[in-house]
């Protein structure tokens, strides 16, 4: 690992000007291209404390050996030197985008005396007028196909071409009428490059101009009563037509477009491109890339547009470019894609209306493309198998964790304090082994605090300590201990029970079904939602317990670190590693799970009344008692007798009910909001009072997860 100070240029050295820097690591080979506005102030950036960096700047500049840099004379010309660095040397910290298949054109090859319409994929070549990119070569063949019998332009391979040459007889599609031959001169080579000028016309999306002229022919055939060339042209415009449905308008006034639409994560970003012509939807393609580098979403359209037009010139490039946020400076880059089309470009963020409904279709595609190729990702075994060994390897495991488990705590504001473990066996997620907690602080009968406020360090103490009492109790039951000895230090069982034996053990590993509660099996990896403090808290859990073979290790996610115990300094894995992405995946899950309990938790809160610290009391007498009085306010002010008159209200539970009532507190006055005014209990949209679930009544302290 290289110290950046060694080959840091003086200050004096770097010119306060436009230009474009490469750093090289020890064998010369360029690992990362930039441009600046001002040399000096940017590569200043790079060389400051290494604590200050990013960690993907920071092991790119580690990784580094020197620094050079061109200087130019404008910022469009550093962003096409930039460019043009990037495609050369392809350096390994940029960004970099990868199609995810090799998008199928539609090509006219009028650079050839006699221009052939056919599908070509892979590099664009000069002289060639390109359609698309489609989704599918058959789509092609299908417009094709259509619009042959309007435009006969030769779509033969040169060997075909050459062979009906010598012979003096076309192919098939001569016969039947779907190619001029210009082969057997039955057409001048000419007039075979104006009817291919016309079928890119129409292709572009300049179609009324050919409808009105078959039209008005097919008015004049019927006329002169030549019946079947009038025939001939009606078939041939619905064959046009056809051919236009096949892409729906999407904006009305014709317009020439492309839309860029981002779905990124921490990792990953994935682009989708529309090209729109005439307002209708043209092509369509998209990209994946690793975000190897700190990068905004203005910078990745930044590189999105370069990918997409670098090599384009002329009508390639469209009147305006729609994208979801603009690079900063946006002036370079709109003034270097007006240069590459030679006219006006207006590159801009659609706000309102069909561009911007537009937009949105680009962005589900573009987030659909993501969960695809993260899909696609995690369930390919070879890819699961390198990245538990990647895991083993950075966090110095004897073996690949084939059982991972992840904790992450949930709270609002330090309210409904709730926790999730999910657990991952083989890189994939095993949901079936899914619990959750509600922190209570406490282990048993131990009260460690008060269980309220926001300490995410204390409530991650106290969940791994039950989970892995839990562990402990069931090894005991199952005889795993020889000695006779208790499994715990104090003596105690899952969750501070003391330690019994036979069907007493039992009962405190059994569900309520008799089925055992799933805490028997422990995971060589526990992984924590958080950084340093967490990681101790759950380290120091396990050693309470006695508990040392069980590895542990947090993410941070602001940075995506590993954190490990007692290690003063984070395990930065690299960007790309797979082993990362699953730890990433591993957390998302966790804290999804975590959060949607948190808020069912709190919904009910927000549902409870006072009905609800009523024993025995379930939801049919909730409903008497609310349509006998009419409203809580009414049932609050009520006698005993008055409650005993509700069908299935005995007096000792009307007693119960009083009682409660004395002993709750005033609700919150109800508040329209709409209006703001204060609305009398009982009015519409009172919610406070309104019979509900109890949170804590009767929940158990842990759950089976499942999802709904």
Not at 221 to 235: F, G, I, P, T, V
Not at 627 to 633: E, R
Request: aromatic share 6%; net charge negative; with cysteine.
């Amino acid at each position: 690992m290289a110290d950046p100070s060694s080959y840091r240029p003086k200050p004096g050295q770097i010119p306060d000007s436009p230009g474009v820097y490469r750093f090289r690591d020890e064998h010369r080979r360029v690992i990362y291209v930039g441009k600046a506005k001002s040399l000096r102030q940017r590569l200043a950036n790079y060389f400051q404390d290494l604590a200050g960096l990013h960690p993907r700047t920071r092991s790119m500049v580690t990784t580094a050996a020197s620094v050079e840099w061109t200087v130019v004379s404008t910022e469009v010309e550093a962003l096409q030197l930039e460019y043009s660095w990037i495609k050369e040397y392809d350096p390994r910290f940029n960004v970099k985008y990868r199609d995810d298949k090799s998008y199928p054109y539609l090509a006219v090859t009028m650079n050839e005396d006699f221009p052939r319409v056919q599908v070509m994929r892979g590099q664009k070549k000069k002289g060639v007028r390109y359609f698309g990119p489609y989704a599918h070569a058959w789509a092609i063949r299908d417009t094709v196909d259509l619009l042959l019998r309007v435009f006969p332009v030769r779509t033969c391979s040169a060997g075909v071409f050459k062979n009906a040459s010598r012979t003096g007889r076309p192919c098939l599609l001569g016969y039947i009428g779907k190619c001029s031959a210009p082969c057997v001169e039955r057409i001048s080579a000419d007039d075979h490059r104006d009817l291919a000028e016309e079928f890119c016309d129409f292709m572009a999306g300049r179609t009324g101009a050919h409808l009105r002229r078959l039209e008005q022919q097919m008015a004049q055939a019927a006329d002169e009563m030549e019946y079947e060339r009038a025939a001939r042209l009606r078939d041939d415009i619905e064959a046009l037509r056809k051919a236009m449905e096949k892409n729906a308008v999407v904006l009305a006034d014709a317009t020439d477009a492309d839309l860029i639409a981002v779905a990124e994560d921490e990792l990953e970003a994935a682009v989708q491109i529309f090209h729109v012509r005439g307002g209708r939807v043209r092509g369509q393609r998209g990209w994946v890339t690793d975000k190897v580098e700190e990068i905004t979403t203005g910078a990745l359209v930044e590189h999105a547009l370069q990918q997409l037009y670098g090599e384009e010139s002329g009508d390639a490039v469209p009147k305006e470019v729609l994208v979801p946020a603009l690079p900063d400076p946006v002036e370079p880059v709109q003034e270097w894609l007006t240069g590459r089309r030679g006219s006006g470009v207006s590159l801009r963020v659609p706000q309102r209306g069909d561009k911007r409904a537009l937009m949105e279709t680009v962005e589900r595609n573009a987030q659909q493309a993501l969960v695809l190729h993260k899909t696609k990702r995690a369930s390919d075994l070879t890819t699961r198998s390198r990245a538990l060994e990647e895991i083993a390897e950075a966090l110095d495991l004897d073996s690949a964790p084939l059982r991972i488990e992840c904790f992450d705590i949930s709270h609002l504001q330090g309210d409904d304090v709730v926790a999730s473990m999910v657990v991952f066996e083989d890189g994939l997620a095993r949901k079936s082994e899914y619990r959750r907690f509600q922190i209570k602080g406490r282990v048993g009968d131990t009260q460690i605090w008060h269980g309220e406020g926001q300490d995410d360090v204390r409530s991650m103490h106290e969940v791994i300590s039950r989970r892995f009492r839990r562990y402990l109790a069931e090894k005991e039951r199952t005889g795993e201990w020889t000695d006779g000895d208790s499994a715990l230090p104090d003596g105690t069982l899952a969750d501070g029970a003391p330690a019994t034996t036979g069907d007493a053990v039992a009962s405190t590993l059994t569900e309520d079904d008799g089925r055992p509660k799933r805490f028997a099996y422990p995971p060589q990896l526990v992984v924590v939602d958080g950084g340093q403090p967490q990681v101790a808290a759950a380290r120091r859990a396990l050693d309470e317990l006695g508990i040392d073979d069980i590895a542990v290790c947090g993410l941070a996610k602001r940075l995506e670190e590993v954190w490990l115990p007692d290690d003063d300094d984070p395990v930065v894995l690299p960007r790309t590693s797979e082993g990362l992405y699953l730890l990433q995946r591993v957390r998302d899950e966790a804290h999804r799970f975590a959060i949607t309990y948190q808020r069912t938790k709190r919904a009910k809160r927000f549902r409870s009344g006072p009905l609800d610290d009523v024993p025995g009391l379930g939801e049919t007498r909730k409903q008497a008692l609310i349509k006998h009085f009419g409203s809580v306010k009414k049932l609050r002010a009520a006698t005993i007798e008055q409650i005993c008159e509700v069908p299935g209200i005995g007096r000792k539970t009307a007693e119960t009910i009083a009682a409660a009532f004395a002993e709750a507190a005033p609700p919150a006055p109800a508040v329209n909001t709409a209006t703001g005014e204060i609305m009398e209990e009982g009015e519409p949209g009172e919610t406070a009072d309104s019979p509900g679930e109890p949170v804590a009544a009767g929940v158990p302290e842990e759950r089976r997860g499942q999802e709904t």
